[in-house]
């Protein structure tokens, strides 16, 4: 069992920068893929960025590439995704959520941080 929990949203102009943090709880954190997703209003929720064990297997939507940066601090248990340039269209509840290798879907969830990107 994982349980997950984001921080680090608020409002924020267009052009800033904000740092979510996801810090997991439960055993073997380094073995998850952890994913960002977000969900706007009115909208499908949507794949933002992953990582595998480490870094180096980050990936993004397009929307994002170059604004955003996924980073995990394993020892810590946490995943972070840096976000710059901001734009009005990334607002939305962000939510991070952890798979494990030989799972299909991600099987873990957090409730979810609130960023709003203003213009």
């Known amino acids: 069992q994982v349980h997950l929990v984001e921080s680090g949203g608020g409002l924020v102009q267009a052009g800033g920068s904000l740092r979510l943090s996801c810090a997991a709880s439960g055993r073997a954190f380094s073995s998850y893929k952890m994913g960002w997703f977000r969900q706007a209003p009115g909208k499908e929720r949507e794949f933002v960025a992953a990582?595998?064990?480490?870094?180096?297997?980050?990936y993004y939507t397009d929307s994002v590439k170059g604004r955003f940066t996924v980073s995990r601090d394993n020892a810590k248990n946490t995943v972070y995704l840096q976000m710059n340039s901001l734009k009005p269209d990334d607002t939305a509840v962000y939510y991070c959520?952890?798979?494990?290798?030989?799972?299909?879907?991600?099987?873990?969830w957090g409730q979810g941080t609130q960023v709003t990107v203003s213009s």
């Open positions: 959520a952890a798979q494990w290798p030989s799972s299909a879907t991600y099987d873990y």
């Open positions: 990582t595998t064990f480490s870094t180096n297997g980050a």
